[in-house]
């Protein structure tokens, strides 16, 4: 098939490209550079199965694909909170020319939405069918409404134009290719512990996360995408369920090293617990994360130990 993937160049647009590309798919990946970058994918430029397009989505564009993976948008609260406006659009707009696209050639289209459409949820763990508490208003809303927006969009041209859709649920993902001043947590802690300075936990760092693998969420997306019983939306991520100094001391003790653990301030609105309930991906893909945290952390560590390096 060929298939467009939106932020294919960032961290898990890439992997997404590396793994389409062995199963013999031709991918077309369009980025704007915002938090993707070439190095990423070096290793597919010259490949005839890869072609690279500089564009952002919320230009129109148009491409003869089977299959669209609406990757697009910045997902580190750094970024996303960089240019709030900039981050609605790119949701929005990215949504409805995916969507649009999609309509015209009869591709099935994919979106990566998250666990932030949950906000700071009140259901613990969270099922498909909550709804979520996100505020409307805050730091975190461009990225929070501007998903939830976007899954609103993929379903009324599912209901309205017959568009062939698949919504997934991404929970904090981790792995090589997170930019090292990408600052999310996993990035931010082994880059610090790295370079011997301070872990930095927001708050007392009794807030949980459920971090899953890069390799297990690409292969989840590709089963989803390529199943016919459900459209979605489906949680995809890793069920364990860690507080951020558990997490900080996890990644002391792998490193090794004089750092200590320092604490800042909590951001605004930030989500206290978020542990995704996979029933769903477990019914009805058969799948579930198989790299536990300290195995994908030993790995991460690895790739920012070379990439610091260079
Ligand atoms: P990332 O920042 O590494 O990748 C996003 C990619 O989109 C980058 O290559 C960036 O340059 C590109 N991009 C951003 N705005 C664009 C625009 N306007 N036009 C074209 N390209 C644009 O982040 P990621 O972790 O790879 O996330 C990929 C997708 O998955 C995002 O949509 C994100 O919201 C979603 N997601 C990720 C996680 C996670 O934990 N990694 C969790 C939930 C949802
Ligand atoms: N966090 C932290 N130190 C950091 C970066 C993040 O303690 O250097 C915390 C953050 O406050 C949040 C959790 O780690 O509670 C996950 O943050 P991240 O930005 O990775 O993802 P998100 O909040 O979007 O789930």
Redesign the pocket.
């Known amino acids: 098939m060929r298939i467009l993937i939106t932020g294919g160049a960032g961290f898990l647009g890439s992997h997404l490209s590396d793994r389409l590309i062995e199963q013999g798919h031709e991918v077309i990946c369009l980025d704007n550079f915002f938090t993707g970058r070439k190095s990423n994918i070096q290793h597919l430029i010259g490949n005839p199965s890869f072609e690279l397009v500089r564009h952002d989505v919320i230009d129109p564009f148009k491409f003869e694909v089977d299959r669209i993976y609406n990757l697009a948008c910045p ?4 970024h996303y909170q960089y240019n709030p406006i900039k981050t609605m659009k790119t949701s929005v707009v990215g949504a409805i020319n995916c969507l649009g696209l999609a309509k015209r050639v009869k591709a099935r289209v994919f979106q990566a939405s ?3 459409v949950y906000g700071d949820p009140n259901v613990h763990p969270q099922p498909e069918s909550y709804w979520g508490h996100v505020n409307p208003i805050g730091l ?1 809303s461009c ?1 929070d409404e501007g998903k939830r927006a976007a899954e609103t969009l993929f379903f009324d041209y599912h209901r309205e134009n017959g568009v062939d859709i698949r919504v997934i649920r991404i929970f ?1 993902t ?1 792995g090589p290719r997170m930019l090292p001043d990408d ?7 082994i880059v ?1 512990a790295l370079q011997g300075k301070d ?5 007392e ?1 009794s ?1 949980t ?1 459920s971090f899953c693998y890069v390799d297990d969420l690409v292969d989840g997306f590709m089963r989803f995408m390529e199943q016919d019983k459900i459209v979605g939306p489906m949680n995809l991520g890793n069920p364990g369920e860690f507080t ?1 100094l558990q ?2 001391e996890l990644v002391l003790k792998k490193v090794g090293g004089k750092s200590k653990i320092t604490h ?1 301030p ?2 605004s609105d ?2 206290k617990q ?1 542990k995704p309930d996979i029933s769903l991906a477990k019914d009805v893909l058969g799948w579930e994360p198989k790299v536990p945290l300290e195995q994908g952390i030993e790995k991460t560590i690895s790739y920012f130990k070379t990439a610091l390096a260079q």
């Open positions: 997902a580190s609260p750094p998250t666990s932030e975190r990225y904090n981790y600052g999310r947590v996993v990035s931010n802690f610090q872990l930095t936990v927001y708050g760092g807030q996360r951020m997490l900080a800042l909590l951001p930030d989500p978020r």
